[in-house]
């Protein structure tokens, strides 16, 4: 591990425990099996695979939200799981987090400006601070200041995403972590949060996980490219290199069947 | 040579607490025999509930105007069992969530054998072996066992050919596929996809299919047509259209869609702002407030769908040059 390590995902794997029936015993199911990399600070890291190959159970380990069964995750090169809750607190302040369904993250009976300004009363800023903090960050993301009034139902699903993103870097996190961002939006408005996305982690020099199924897009936004397959990681290459040459044979089928309808 | 399905000035609306939504504005609308139609837009454009009215699956609020053909026979106001007669037999459906569209609690043998013992009064065996034959025709491996199976059982993919073989059990002449693919991973997408073009060869079945991906729509169709807030706005041949399109909007489509070629130091050519509300009563052209080469005529008149040379079709007052 270099200095300049994130994060470390040292032969982590994550097993599910699976009840088909109440009545057969519960079998376990390894969702992710022995993954390592690592993430540089201000890197961008695109995990692409299909579903249930295990991208989103990955980076929710990442993000603190689920334990590895096995194998360890560092972070800033101390291992997570020795670390006792006000560590992990503090952990958990530098990462954002965005989501496929912008609506089904936000809570619907929040006005925008107060589901910005949540993390921010998690760290105690005082109310002039939160106000002023949520209106810059509105206006980065490009909605307009009225708009802080308003409930998520009374936005459209783009404008649902950029709330989502303002909400996940209003305390300035040094990882943001996008899990199929913009999956659910009209091609239209897919391109907009690509772009904003892709300005944000320029401008504030944040590492970033995307995890997506569209290849075409994680080629916009990752400089190194990781494969999943069944739970595994089948290449993990830099962005030209992967596209270029993918050396996996699920990785050209992947960008063979990507090249038929792009 | 005739339509096959001739739609004609059909438009939808619901009226609404709030107002009169108009989701379908005049549309007209012709699928050939034997030809495949892409019906692209993005969600809210009014594709999948143009295809509802056309076929009597409309809520019942629904309030429908214009014309439905199909093969000369209006649809539009035929009773429910003329229209059950028309929907399975004549025409096949298939949705994107197969899930939702199959039946969990019966087998996958028993909803295809129904449909082949309800329109063509079929014995129970000669529609048990009808049925797997279906099955073998849409590829899936080991029929016999699947015909056995449950929804639940079978994988998404699997599951999407399970529908396609019920939705077309009856030799039908038009299948309306609405988003087939949309739910599936890209390899399952693209057997699908292969799938469908085969079917299209081998029996002359005509396709409308339903989707938001100007990709998907291109690795299938030989025409498009692109609607925007209730509208076609545009219509012609899939190369033609992708080659050089009239209308700014479906301009501006293919170029936000990421492709693999697509620079990565350029930002992603985007439509600003957003297609117009369904309460919004349209002026102009729904297009033009988003549109960089609109003026005064488009603000203030709405555009009706035009000829162009090479049989296309476009609505607009300030076309682009093919």
């Not at chain 1, 995902?9 to 029936?21: A, E, G, P």
């Not at chain 1, 249930?52 to 159970?57: A, D, L, M, Q, V």
């Not at chain 2, 988003?290 to 008149?301: K, N, Q, S």
């Amino acid at each position: 591990m270099s200095a300049g390590t994130l994060c470390a995902v040292q032969d982590v794997s994550v097993d599910y425990r699976v009840q088909v029936s109440p009545w057969a015993p519960a079998r376990t199911l390894r969702a992710v099996r022995e993954v390592s990399f690592e993430l540089q600070a201000g890197e961008t890291l695109g995990i692409v695979g299909e579903s249930g190959c295990g991208k989103s159970t990955l980076v929710s380990v990442i993000a603190g939200l689920r334990e590895p069964s096995a194998g360890k995750v560092f972070w800033r090169g101390a291992d997570m799981s020795a670390q006792g809750a006000a560590q992990r607190r503090a952990r958990r302040r530098e990462i954002g987090l965005v989501f496929q369904d912008p609506a089904g993250s936000l809570d619907p009976r929040m006005r925008v400006a107060a589901l910005v300004a949540e993390p921010l009363t998690l760290v105690g800023a005082t109310r002039a601070e939160q106000e002023r903090r949520v209106a810059a960050m509105l206006e980065r993301v490009g909605l307009a200041g009225e708009l802080g009034a308003r409930f998520p139902h009374e936005l459209s699903g783009g404008q649902c995403q950029r709330v989502a993103i303002a909400r996940a870097l209003v305390n300035d996190p040094s990882l943001l972590i996008c899990d199929e961002p913009v999956s659910a939006l009209d091609v239209s408005v897919q391109a907009q949060i690509v772009n904003l996305l892709r300005d944000l982690q320029r401008e504030r020099g944040l590492a970033m996980l995307f995890v997506s199924h569209n290849l075409a897009v994680v080629r916009q936004v990752s400089a190194r490219v990781l494969v999943m397959y069944l739970g595994r990681e089948v290449e993990l290459a830099a962005r030209d290199e992967l596209f270029a040459t993918p050396r996996h044979p699920y990785t050209r089928e992947l960008l063979a069947a990507a090249k038929m309808y792009t | 040579m005739d339509a096959l399905l001739e739609l004609r000035d059909l438009s939808v609306s619901f009226d609404t607490p709030r107002g009169r939504v108009h989701a379908v504005r005049e549309v007209d609308l012709d699928v050939r025999p034997g030809e495949c139609l892409g019906l692209v837009g993005e969600s809210g454009s009014g594709k999948t509930q143009l295809l509802l009215a056309a076929f009597g699956l409309a809520e019942r609020s629904a309030v429908i105007r214009g014309s439905a053909r199909l093969g000369g026979e209006q649809l539009l106001g035929a009773g429910d069992r003329a229209l059950e007669s028309v929907r399975g037999a004549r025409v096949g459906f298939v949705f994107q969530d197969p899930m939702a569209s199959l039946t969990p609690h019966l087998s996958i043998g028993a909803q295809i054998t129904e449909v082949l013992r309800v329109h063509r009064r079929m014995s129970a065996s000669a529609a048990r072996s009808r049925a797997l034959e279906l099955l073998e025709r849409v590829r899936i491996g080991d029929p016999a066992q699947r015909l056995r199976q449950y929804p639940h059982e079978l994988s998404g993919g699997m599951r999407q050919r399970a529908m396609l073989a019920s939705a077309l059990a009856c030799e039908p002449d038009l299948l309306i596929a609405d988003e087939p693919t949309t739910a599936l991973d890209v390899t399952v997408q693209a057997g699908i996809l292969e799938l469908l073009r085969e079917l299209k060869a081998a029996q002359r079945l005509a396709i409308v299919l339903v989707t938001h991906d100007f990709g998907v729509a291109g690795a299938l169709c030989d025409r498009v047509a692109v609607m925007y807030a209730g509208a076609v706005v545009e219509q012609g041949g899939t190369p033609q259209l992708f080659a050089g399109a009239h209308h700014p909007y479906t301009r501006a489509l293919l170029a936000a869609l990421p492709r693999l070629s697509t620079p990565v130091d350029a930002p992603l050519a985007s439509i600003g702002g957003s297609p117009p509300g369904p309460l919004e009563t349209l002026t102009g052209c729904a297009y033009a407030p988003r549109c960089e080469r609109a003026d005064r005529r488009c603000l203030a008149e709405r555009p009706k769908l035009a000829a162009f040379p090479a049989s296309r079709l476009a609505a607009c007052f300030r076309p682009y040059d093919a």
